[in-house]
């Protein structure tokens, strides 16, 4: 191994290896180190095992909808727990043995290792001093387990463990109603395990009380759903006792879902002489992803800020390119990021673009909505449940953002996140094609209810031939 290198880029995860594949173009003078198992988080404990076992549970949770459907024996079906979770590891060791091709053949320049920063520009990797031009940080993020709760032993699940089960217990509390709460509390719901769920605030990072109610009736029509208090627990008499204000649940084992925190302890920070923020952050720019004005990027989770797939992805691409910048004597370029877009893999699913309704708060808008309890396609498959809100600029129409707990949110959002980008208005919106009949047309019911409080406009959804002018009335109805 080396002991000087262009860049080094500390952690594999996704935003390790989107680092990597810009530094691998321009620059042979590399070194890749990785603490822990390789495979990125995402592929082995995180989206991907997640979506496997989401998938199982609400297949089987649609026997529930057979019956009114006229098809009959949907009793007889059970669900299998060993079979479902040997299916979750065996996609997982699928997806996890595609993300380690990008590490193939890279010899000596991927270790295994626990790196500590000495200073701007140098590192420790397995007792060994390293100095590099450029260094990219993408440590990922752990688990919060309140230390206490440790002494649960094997029955503290986090979703490091959870995929690893044999079977599941009958009866799980999970702690933290984040995405990750939502998403696992509902899938072992689902999957027949007596779930309890306790949460602070809002579900699945939504901020609008409207949305966020429409989501919680719904899934407290799945499982215990205790909202508010904060979550003591305690082992008693071999099983495991989980207490929230008057809430009360006996249970076999805890999921701690109460969110993720950075891997930046014992990584050497306070060795940059750059001042750390109450959490122990560097101050970063989240368009170059440098910290202060040193050779250092922080790209991912591990920089506390956006912890989601994509993100980590575009922030590793930019790490890589501006370390390769930085090691050139070059400035780091800035980088426009993505509309903000997040997906709860519940159903409904719970969906935010652009900006959240908590971030609009001194901003002047005008709201429109849809229930999906009446929408057609949503009935036809049984589907007819969740509500989705958008919010718009009231002299403009201009869309700003939305939320939502609606079936197919997942694919609305997309849509939502293109126009946001697009700054498209919520006429321009709505001379979009809707086909009939499909979910979509939920979506414009609510443009129309924004388009309802605009200044008065054309006669018609359509643009006059030759214009580009407004719309106004509701056309094809
Ligand atoms: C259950 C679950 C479900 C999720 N579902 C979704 C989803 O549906 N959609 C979505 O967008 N996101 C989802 N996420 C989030 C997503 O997985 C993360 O945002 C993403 O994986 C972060 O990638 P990363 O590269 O920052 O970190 P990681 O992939 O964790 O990589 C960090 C690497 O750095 C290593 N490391 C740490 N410290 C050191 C050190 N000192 N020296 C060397 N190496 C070190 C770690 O061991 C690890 O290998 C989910 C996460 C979880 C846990």
């Known amino acids: 191994m080396n002991t000087h290198y262009e860049v080094v880029i500390v952690g594999a995860g996704s935003a390790g290896l989107a680092a990597l594949r810009e530094v691998k173009k321009r620059t042979q003078d590399f070194l890749l180190v990785n603490d822990g198992p390789w495979g990125t988080t995402c592929a082995r404990v995180g989206c991907m095992p997640s979506k496997v076992l989401i998938e199982a549970a609400n297949a089987y949770h649609r026997r529930g909808a057979f019956e009114e459907f006229g098809i009959r024996g949907a009793g007889a079906l059970s669900v299998d727990l060993p079979a479902v979770l040997r299916r979750v590891r065996r996609l997982r060791d699928g997806f996890v043995k595609g993300t380690l091709q990008a590490t193939d053949g890279l010899g000596e320049r991927a270790v295994s290792g626990r790196a500590r920063l000495l ?37 503290l699940l986090t979703t490091d463990t959870l995929f690893e089960l044999e079977s599941l217990p009958p009866r799980i509390a999970v702690v933290g109603l984040g995405a990750i709460g939502v998403e696992m509390a509902q ?28 989501a919680t009736a719904l899934l407290g029509g799945e499982f215990a759903l205790h909202l508010g208090a904060e979550a003591e627990v305690t082992a008693a008499d071999g099983a495991i006792r989980v207490r929230a204000g008057d809430a009360e649940a006996t249970v076999d084992a805890v999921l701690a879902a109460l969110g993720r925190r950075p891997n930046l302890a014992g990584l050497g920070l306070e060795t940059l002489g750059v001042t750390l923020d109450a959490r122990g952050m560097p101050p970063f720019d989240p368009n170059t992803q ?27 691409h930019i790490a890589g390119l501006n370390a390769v910048r930085v090691a050139n004597g070059e400035k780091p370029a800035c980088y426009a990021r993505r509309t903000p877009l997040a997906i709860v893999f519940s159903e409904p699913n719970i969906a935010v673009a652009g900006r959240r309704h908590a971030d609009l708060a001194d901003t002047p808008i005008i709201e429109g909505e849809v229930d999906f309890a009446r929408q057609g396609r949503a009935r036809a498959g049984q589907r007819n449940h969740g509500l989705m809100r958008l919010y718009a600029e009231p002299e ?33 919106l709505l001379r979009l094609p809707f086909y009939h009949p499909v979910l979509e047309e939920g979506l414009r019911s609510a443009l129309r209810e924004l388009a309802a409080q605009l200044p008065a406009a054309g006669e018609s959804d359509l643009n006059s031939c030759g214009s580009f002018e407004g719309i106004g009335a509701e056309a094809l109805e």
């Open 290 to 316: 440098q910290v202060a004005d040193q050779p250092l990027f922080l790209a991912g989770d591990a920089n506390g800020a956006r912890a989601l797939l994509h993100e980590a992805a575009d922030e590793g």
């Open 187 to 214: 899938a072992l719901a689902r999957l027949g395990i007596a779930v309890s769920a306790f949460g602070r605030g809002h579900l699945g990072g939504l901020s609008d009380a409207k949305v966020s109610a429409a």
């Open 119 to 155: 200073g701007p520009g140098r590192l420790e990797v397995n007792g060994r001093e390293i100095s590099a031009r450029a260094i990219v940080l993408a440590t990922g993020s752990s688990p919060v387990v309140p230390p206490a709760w440790r002494s649960l032993g094997e029955r």
């Open 396 to 428: 403009t129409g201009k869309l700003l953002g939305a939320e939502m707990c609606a079936p197919a949110a997942e694919h609305m959002a997309h849509l939502l996140a293109l126009a946001l980008d697009r700054g498209m208005t919520v006429r321009e």
